[in-house]
């Protein structure tokens, strides 16, 4: 099933404009075309239901948080990973693709901080860390080992807002919707050097759906 955002209300709203004074002022063929604009903005918004929402993917799984394409599948890149030693996934989501936001990781959300910023080209490095975003650190312990995934909302040349309704504190599910993007933007993902990637670059994504990385399974008896 597919449902629409409450996020676009006011977009659809200020879209619907030019064809209420079209069909105000007589013009009835030209206001049904106009029609096609407050539809298309309501489909950017459209919120499909994915296999997360019934299934959730188990503890040594991290799945993508976003639709769209990967950029970057590879140890973290100098002014864009956090400190320390990480591997890194990021996502390009262009106009078309679906911009709900779900978490990549279950856990317990250590820290949401929203930096505000620039709106670059999402697609350009320096987004990462010019642009207006919101940075999130779940943290699982899995038998006995703690596992943090840090992931990153942020918004793009489109994109003028970044929606997060998740708060620090909060316990979330791997694949749970925690917010959306505006018109064009791009996620990070940032998993320890004990995960196995399992994209490359140029890979197309599905939010909740595609696996993006792996911890290694366990040999029986030694967790």
Known sequence: MVTIDPEAAPSVAVAAVPALLAAMSGRA????????????????????????DTTEPGPDVVVAPADGRVMHAGPGQPGVAPTGQWQQVSIFLSAFDV???RAPYAGRLTEVTYRPGRW?????????HLNERTD???VQVVAGEER??????????????????VRSGQTVRSGQRIGMMK????????????????VS?????????TVLARWPAAEPGTR
Do not use: K
């Open 201 to 209: 670059a140029g890979d197309r994504v599905v939010a909740g759906e």
């Open 120 to 128: 670059l080209a999402a697609y350009r490095h320096e987004s990462a």
């Open 29 to 52: 063929r030209t206001s049904v075309s106009l029609l096609a604009l407050p539809l298309a903005v309501a489909a950017f918004f459209r919120d499909p239901d994915r296999a997360a």
């Open 136 to 138: 999130l650190t779940v």
């Open 99 to 101: 911009h709900i936001n």
């Open 148 to 165: 943090t995934v840090v992931f990153r909302q942020i918004v793009g040349l489109m994109a003028r807002r970044v929606v997060t309704r």
């Open 183 to 198: 018109f064009g933007s791009r996620m990070d993902v940032f998993v320890p050097l004990d995960a196995v990637l399992q």
